[in-house]
């Protein structure tokens, strides 16, 4: 269980998901991945962080009563300047539709999307860095840009964040990894018509767990779904679930752990 240090520009540093049931969602995340929870904070309304035991690994916010959004994670990719970052973001196609806003000391973040309409955050940190553990179940592992085709919107990210861009060159998968220097942080999948029509392009969390296939169990147990069943890839072991309210994410046995 390693602690990351504070994070370089265009690197994923939080996940955060809006629900409508704090109570139910509680319940089933901290029963999936074993995390507690306290409240903070406030500033954007009524919201918990997800801890493993003293580390806050993810936040979790109720919608209010007039947005009719569907539950999703979010993915935010660190920023040192947020203001500047949302200027760049909107200059090249996409658009800001939170913020920049400040959230106490803890940081300042805005919502946005890029040209296709996947959403993701970004986060100028203050006293708060981001998930401070990595590694662990329960614990974030990647993040996945799920789109149609990954040339312009890899254009788009690489402007706005400066990644380096490393496509996998294969004449059936269009895949490109994100890197902050040498070091790999997510991907771009270009899945083509196998895109979801229900969801369009969206930002995917990937979640280590112990044991794939018994996690996936225990979704379903706890009142979730399984979208797509355990199965070996060079990741690991994966599956795509839902929780209760339907917000999707994907459990992973890394490869090599």
């Given at each position: 269980m390693t602690e990351p240090a504070r994070r370089k520009p265009g690197t994923p540093c939080w996940v955060s998901l809006m629900v409508r049931s704090l109570d139910v969602t509680q319940e089933f995340y901290g029963a999936l991945f074993g995390w507690r929870f306290r409240p903070g904070p406030q500033q954007l309304g009524l919201r918990v962080r997800g801890l493993l035991g003293d580390r806050e690994v993810a936040g979790i916010g109720q919608l209010p009563a007039d947005r009719d959004l569907p539950p999703a994670w979010t993915t935010y990719l660190a920023s040192d300047d947020a203001d500047e970052t949302a200027e760049a973001i909107r200059s090249g196609g996409g658009t800001v539709a939170v913020g920049p806003i400040q959230a106490g000391d803890a940081g300042r973040l805005a919502i946005?999307?890029?040209?296709?309409?996947?959403?993701?955050?970004?986060?100028?940190?203050?006293?708060?860095?981001?998930t401070a553990v990595a590694g662990a179940p329960g614990t974030p592992a990647w993040y996945e840009l799920l789109t149609q085709e990954t040339e312009a919107v890899g254009k788009f990210y690489k402007t706005v964040f400066g990644f380096e861009l490393d496509p996998l060159v294969s004449a059936d998968q269009d895949l490109v990894t994100l890197r902050?220097?040498?070091?790999?942080?997510?991907?771009?999948?270009?899945?083509?018509?196998?895109?979801?029509?229900?969801?369009?392009?969206?930002?995917?969390?990937?979640?280590?767990?112990?044991?794939?296939?018994?996690?996936?169990?225990?979704?379903?147990?706890?009142?979730?779904?399984?979208?797509?069943?355990?199965?070996?890839?060079?990741?690991?072991?994966?599956?795509?679930?839902?929780?209760?309210?339907?917000?999707?994410?994907?459990?992973?046995?890394?490869?090599?752990?």
């Open positions: 946005c999307s890029d040209p296709t309409g996947a959403v993701f955050g970004i986060w100028q940190a203050g006293a708060h860095p981001g902050v220097g040498d070091r790999p942080v997510a991907s771009l999948h270009g899945a083509g018509s196998a895109l979801p029509r229900d969801r369009g392009a969206h930002w995917m969390t990937w979640f280590e767990v112990a044991d794939t296939d018994e996690a996936a169990r225990r979704v379903t147990g706890l009142g979730g779904q399984v979208l797509r069943p355990p199965r070996d890839d060079a990741a690991g072991r994966t599956a795509t679930v839902a929780d209760p309210e339907g917000a999707v994410f994907t459990i992973v046995r890394s490869a090599g752990r």
